[in-house]
């Protein structure tokens, strides 16, 4: 059964203080692992999608990165605007799972000015 | 470009009633997959439909049904329902599924009294 772990639950940070997130998982082969930011009463926003270990990507102040058992979202110098929560969710390697996702509880991320 | 649409936004039912949820996809895409999110469970996998078929189905009772159109909108039926179906129900598109992001609508926030 795939599974996603991340931690910490919930994070305060000043701003401009970086720190990161963690994403564990375990899973049937990989065909993405996928962050995203979700506003409370919203839907989860598209941040980023990572396909084998060793790649990274960017996005303003947000870096992720990928190895074969977990995922690290950086961030770095973070704003007020930053503050939200962070899913990190697997899509399995097995054809007949189509685009399902395996989500999990999320990081609620707080940046204070 | 348009992004994932949900009609309605906010929808307040009594046990035991049915309700249906709309979603229209972002224009080309054909995958339509749906969640249910709550504060215990987080974001858990309904179904998705390719093509007017449903490709894949998550662990949720035979009360959840689902269908999708030749223009690739979907809709998302709860028969009788449950106090515990309470929850926000997210929509999500992609192009064909597989390793393709998938984007999230805005959700329909789901009240059961």
């Known amino acids: 059964e795939d599974q996603v772990t991340q931690s910490p639950e919930a994070l305060r940070l000043q701003e401009g203080e970086s720190s990161s997130l963690n994403c564990s998982y375990t899973v049937s082969g990989l065909r993405g692992l996928f962050w995203y930011r979700q506003d409370p009463g919203k839907g989860p926003e598209f941040l980023f999608t990572?396909?084998?270990a060793g790649e990274e990507k960017e996005k303003e102040r947000l870096k992720a990165t990928l190895t074969k058992k977990e995922s690290f979202l950086h961030i770095t110098a973070p704003k007020p605007e930053d503050s939200a929560t962070y899913l990190c969710?697997?899509?399995?390697?097995?054809?007949?799972?189509?685009?399902?996702?395996?989500f999990g509880e999320g990081t609620q991320l707080t940046v204070n000015p | 470009k348009a992004g994932v649409t949900q009609t309605p936004r906010y929808l307040i039912k009594t046990r035991g009633q049915q309700v249906t949820l709309s979603c229209s996809p972002i224009s080309g895409h054909r995958s339509v997959s749906w969640y249910q999110q709550t504060p215990g469970q987080g974001l858990q996998f309904l179904f998705e439909y390719f093509s007017e078929t449903q490709r894949n189905k998550g662990n949720f009772p035979g009360r959840f049904s689902g269908r999708q159109f030749s223009n690739s909108r979907s809709e998302m039926n709860v028969s009788t329902l449950e106090l515990g179906d309470s929850a926000l129900y997210l929509c999500?598109?992609?192009?064909?599924?597989?390793?393709?992001?998938?984007?999230f609508g805005p959700g329909t926030r789901l009240t059961v009294l």
């Open positions: 969710a697997v899509r399995p390697g097995i054809e007949t799972s189509g685009s399902r996702l395996t």
């Open positions: 990572l396909y084998s």
């Open positions: 999500a598109s992609s192009k064909l599924g597989g390793r393709d992001e998938q984007f």
